[in-house]
């Protein structure tokens, strides 16, 4: 049974340009949660969604941040227009059930932004 | 207004026991505790979770005294391989991710 996975693994964009990060959660996972890492930082939420819904985005920012779980294919986290102090570890969870289920994290995403 | 609250750092020797210690005075009655390990450019991974009293597995035991306002990790007979972040989760079972946060975590170092 494959674990959470991620990708790409590193990404590098430039100031302006969009970035999509993809997560898929374990086989039978229907949950799916984004963290931020910043360097000697603690994680972060994100986001929490189900398939095809969003079930609470509180941790999101307002504007250029976007994320999205279909019911076919990975979740996407969409970066929009970033911005240096986007650049951080993005990390992807997936649990079977509700929230305080055990979480199974992915390797994350590390972003750098030029 | 923070969650939990943990040492921000620890250190031990090869072979002892360390107990970690989370404050979460504001527990609600529908949250879990849950630790996680974090090495370095990895993710986070699951170690243990409860709700009262004692639960042990094959890797650490998880103490919480009656009134839940805190919680000990503790990790028997440590080796090098411990060193890592360890992070204090408060989840509430009803769906809402106010726990999602993980704090800075305790750095734990084990010297040989």
């Known amino acids: 049974n494959a674990g959470v996975m991620q990708n790409p693994r590193h990404l590098v964009r430039r100031r302006g340009q969009e970035a999509r990060l993809r997560c898929s959660p374990m086989?039978?996972?229907?949950?799916v949660y984004w963290y931020r890492q910043l360097p000697e930082e603690g994680l972060k939420f994100m986001v929490y969604l189900q398939k095809e819904n969003i079930i609470d985005e509180s941790g999101m920012p307002k504007e250029r941040f976007s994320a999205e779980f279909p019911k076919e294919g990975p979740s996407i986290l969409r970066i929009q227009q970033v911005v240096r102090g986007d650049s951080a570890a993005y990390f992807c969870?997936?649990?079977?059930?509700?929230?305080?289920?055990?979480?199974?994290f992915g390797p994350g995403t590390r972003l750098t932004v030029l | 207004l923070a969650k939990t609250t943990q040492p921000i750092s620890m250190d031990s020797y090869e072979g002892q026991e360390v107990n970690i210690t989370c404050s979460h005075n504001?527990?609600?009655?529908?949250?879990?505790i849950t630790w996680y390990q974090q090495f370095p450019s990895q993710g986070p991974r699951f170690i243990i979770q409860?709700?009262?009293t004692k639960v042990t597995n094959e890797v650490a035991s998880l103490f919480i005294p009656a009134d839940r306002k805190s919680s000990t990790l503790s990790l028997p007979r440590v080796s090098l391989s411990d060193t890592a972040v360890y992070y204090c989760?408060?989840?509430?079972?009803?769906?809402?991710?106010?726990?999602?946060?993980f704090g800075k975590g305790t750095h734990l170092i084990i010297q040989p």
């Open positions: 409860g709700y009262k």
């Open positions: 969870a997936s649990s079977p059930g509700r929230v305080a289920d055990t979480q199974y």
């Open positions: 989760l408060v989840g509430d079972i009803g769906g809402g991710a106010d726990g999602l946060t």
């Open positions: 504001n527990i609600a009655t529908n949250d879990y």
């Open positions: 086989k039978g996972h229907s949950h």
